[in-house]
């Protein structure tokens, strides 16, 4: 059973950065992409990037665009977002997520993924 475990949310100042850690505890060939979603109080669960632990590919939300930057180790099975530039807007819980069945590149709607984390709580507030 694949499983994720986030880390390094909290609490940052308008402007501020911060990178979060997801840790994969094993992978198949299903678990070949892993992303981030967000989910702010009283709204649904958003895409913010994807990587590919291949190739490195990446894709992000227009929202995040030059902001964030999604990265992985191999080595570590860990893959990060680090965030610059942080607005009120980008207080929500993170999830990171990697699909538990085939599914094509790339993977941005929700219904792709099937094995999610417990999540992160991000809040930018001065």
């Known amino acids: 059973q694949v499983q994720l475990a986030e880390s390094g949310g909290g609490l940052v100042p308008p402007g501020g950065s911060l990178t979060l850690s997801c840790e994969v505890s094993r992978r198949t060939y299903k678990n070949y992409a892993m992303a981030w979603f967000r989910q702010a109080p009283g709204k649904e669960r958003d895409f913010v990037a994807v990587i590919r632990w291949a190739t490195a590919d990446e894709v992000y939300a227009d929202s995040v665009k030059g902001r964030f930057t999604i990265s992985r180790s191999a080595a570590k099975n860990t893959v990060y977002l680090e965030m610059n530039g942080l607005t009120a807007e980008d207080t929500a819980v993170y999830f990171c997520?990697?699909?538990?069945?085939?599914?094509?590149?790339?993977?941005?709607?929700?219904?792709?993924?099937?094995?999610w984390g417990q999540g992160t709580q991000v809040t930018v507030s001065s």
């Open positions: 997520a990697t699909p538990s069945d085939v599914v094509s590149w790339p993977p941005l709607s929700r219904s792709d993924y099937g094995i």
